[in-house]
């Protein structure tokens, strides 16, 4: 196989590359045309032949960010005191509610983060706010995750303005809230455990379905949501903040040949 060669593969028809450096030389050598699937015997490529160790599969996709210069390249320019807007493509295959965060810092920094509202449904376009409010270089990225709770909220409402049956999903959505338990700090602990205590002491289904999307309980499952299947965006872009002098002020230098008798 020759760079830029042409492949031509019938339907169901599978190929395997194989490529090595040769000894001694700093480019790679090139590569050797793999065997057609009929010259291939059963059994002479093993799971353990294929490294997968650099696959991976993203089920949030991120994309579109803006403001994003030259693939981050180059720092957006801003002021102290600017409210800096991030937009962003986020979106995931299924029926899955999804949350956003923008993360940033300034310098050198904790990380802080800032949440992103679904700003244009139809187009899948995220927005998130965050103020400058230092004279310094600031980084940010994005992260997402699948928002289960909401996800189940959702569900739970459609089966139940439809009049079915959601005794299984109430017991879903108590394993949910219950699971939260141990993301949450010591103050807010008691507050769950109230939630939990009303379902466990409801003696119908509605009130059951009350206790679990009551404003209380969604408060907190969004405050400590799930992030065990989160996605960063593959870039920290940078915003260089200036002071607002910088909007209008600019630099002269005096040469002798400007000066007047």
């Known amino acids: 196989l020759m760079p830029h060669a042409a492949i031509r593969l019938e339907p169901s028809e599978v190929r395997v590359f194989s490529g090595h450096a040769a000894a001694g030389r700093a480019d790679p050598a090139p590569y050797a045309a793999a065997a057609a699937p009929d010259d291939i015997e059963s059994g ?3 799971s353990g032949d294929i490294d997968t160790s650099g696959l991976s599969s993203r089920t949030i996709v991120i994309q579109n960010v803006y403001p994003e210069l030259d693939c981050g390249r180059y720092p957006v320019k801003r002021v102290v005191g ?9 979106f995931k295959e299924g029926h899955d509610h999804i949350a956003a965060v923008v993360r940033y810092r300034a310098g050198d920094g904790p990380w802080r983060e800032a949440p992103m509202t679904l700003a244009e449904p139809g187009l899948d376009r995220w927005r ?7 004279n310094a270089r600031y980084r940010y990225t994005i992260e997402a995750w699948p928002d289960r709770f ?6 739970v409402g459609k089966k139940r303005g439809a009049g079915q049956d959601i005794a299984l999903e109430l017991i879903e959505g108590r394993a949910i809230a219950a699971a939260a338990e141990a993301r949450l700090a010591p103050e807010d602990k008691p507050r769950l455990a109230r939630v939990l205590a009303a379902f466990d002491g409801a003696p119908a289904d509605d009130e059951r379905h009350a206790a679990l999307t009551a404003e209380a309980a969604r408060r907190l499952m969004a405050r400590y949501p799930d992030r065990g299947r989160a996605v960063r965006y593959g870039r920290a872009l940078e915003i260089v903040v200036d002071r607002p002098q910088a909007n209008f002020a600019a630099w002269y230098e005096m040469f002798p040949r400007s000066q007047g008798s």
Not at 128 to 134: F, K, N, S
Not at 150 to 155: K, Y
């Open 150 to 155: 909401e996800s189940w909220l959702d569900e």
């Open 128 to 134: 998130g706010r965050i103020r400058l409010e230092e």
């Open 44 to 46: 002479d490529i093993e």
């Open 82 to 90: 600017d409210l800096f807007e991030i937009w962003a493509d986020i």
